[in-house]
Nanobody, 128 residues
Framework: QVQLVESGGGLVQAGESLRLSCAVV????????MGWFRQAPGKEREFVAG????????KYADDMKGRCTISRDNAKNTVSLQMNSLKPEDTADYYC?????????????????????WGQGIQVTVSS
C-alpha cells in the first residue's frame, strides 16, 4: 500500500521560507507524477506546484511562480517544495499527491483528479 508522508510544515513569519518534503512509501519505483495542493480554511483546494515523471515538466500556480521550486529525488522517492518569501495568504494545509499512471502528455500536472494517492496534509502558518 502506498503512503505519502509529508514533513517540514510549521509556523513562520512573512518573508521567511519553508521546505516541505513528501516521502513516497510502498511504491516500487519513481514512475509517477507528483503534485502539491493546499486548502485554506473556508476555501477550495488549489494547485500549488507539480512535477512530471521526468523533472523536465514543472508547473506552478500563478501566485507561486518565482517563490517556490518543486524538485524530486528519485533515488529516495521524495519530492520537495521549497517556498520562499511566504505571505500570510499562503497559510493553509498542504497536501502532496502521487499519480503512478502513465497518462497522455495532455493531462496536466495541475489536474487534481489525476492523483491516486494523497498525503494526510501538513499545516503551514505564515504570520504577518
Amino acid at each position: 500500500q502506498v503512503q505519502l508522508v509529508e514533513s517540514g510544515g510549521g509556523l513562520v513569519q512573512a518573508g521567511e521560507s519553508l521546505r516541505l518534503s513528501c516521502a513516497v512509501v510502498g511504491h516500487s519505483n519513481s514512475d509517477y507524477a507528483m503534485g502539491w495542493f493546499r486548502q485554506a480554511p473556508g476555501k477550495e483546494r488549489e494547485f500549488v506546484a507539480g512535477i512530471g515523471w521526468s523533472a523536465d515538466t514543472q508547473k506552478y500556480a500563478d501566485d507561486m511562480k518565482g517563490r517556490c521550486t518543486i524538485s524530486r529525488d528519485n533515488a529516495k522517492n521524495t519530492v520537495s517544495l521549497q517556498m520562499n518569501s511566504l505571505k500570510p495568504e499562503d497559510t493553509a494545509d498542504y497536501y502532496c499527491a502521487v499519480d503512478p499512471v502513465n497518462r497522455p502528455v495532455t493531462v496536466r500536472v495541475e489536474s487534481a483528479w489525476r492523483y491516486v494517492y494523497w498525503g494526510q496534509g501538513i499545516q503551514v502558518t505564515v504570520s504577518s
